[in-house]
C-alpha cells in the first residue's frame, strides 16, 4: 500500500507556468509515460480539484495517458483576481500551459473543457491551431443566454447603476462581484461566429447530461450542427456536473483519447 501511495507521488507533480500577465498557473501533471499530453481546463469557480478534473485524470492515467489540470487565473492555487468574464483571458491562459509543454517537447494531443472551461477550448481551437482534438463538456453554445437565472431580472440595468452586481453564497456570504466590463466580455462573444474559424480538421468530442438545468443539453445539439469531424455523446440523467455519471462520463473522454492517440499514430507511422 505505501508503494503503491509512493508511485502516486511520483506519477504527480505540481507545475508552475507563468501567463503572459506575469501571474503564475498552477497545475498537476498526471504523468503516464507518453509524450502526449491532455490539458484539462475547469468551469466558472471551480479550480484543477474539482471531482471531474481529478476523475479525468485518473481515467487518462489509467488509459496510459499524460494529462495535465491546472487552475485559471485567479482561481485555486493560481495568482490573479478571479473575473466573471475574461473567457480570452483564459484561452491566454491555455496558450500558455501549451507553450509551456511544447518548449519541452511534449505534444499537446488535446484540451479538455467542462463548462466555462469548455467555452475557453474552443475559443482557444478558433484562435490557434496547433491542438487538433477538442473535447466540449457542458459547454454553452450562446454566451447570452442563462444570465437571468444567475443574475436575476434587469441585471444590466442594475449593474449600470450600482457599477457591479454582488452574487452570495447559499449561505449569504459574498462570493464574487460581476462589473460591467467583466460582463460585456461574455455578452460580446459570439460563439457561432468562434466555431467557423476552427480548422475543419480538428476533432470535437461534445459530451452532457439530459437533466442539466444549469446549460440545457440544448446547447450540445447546437454544437453537433455546427462543428465538423463531431461526436456527440449525452449521457442519460446527467447533471451539469455529472452528480452519479462521473464513471460514464470518464470513461467516454478516455475512450476517445485513446482511440484520438491510435488514429494519430498510425498517421504518423
Known sequence: MAEAAQNSSLKQQKVIIPNKYGNKLVGILHEAGTKEIVILCHGLRASKEDIIMTQLAAALDNAEISSFRFDFTGNGESEGSFEFGIYWREVDDIHAVAQHFHEANRSVMAIIGHSKGANAV???????HDIKTVVNLSGRYDLKAGLEGHLGNKFMERIREEGFIELKTKSGNAAYRITEESLKDRLNINMHE?????DKECRFLTVHGDADTAIPVGNAFEFAKILPNHKLHIVEGADHVYTDHLAELASTVANFMKETLQRDKLNAS
Open 122 to 128: 474552443l475559443l482557444y481551437a478558433s484562435k490557434y
Open 194 to 198: 468562434a466555431c467557423l474559424q476552427i
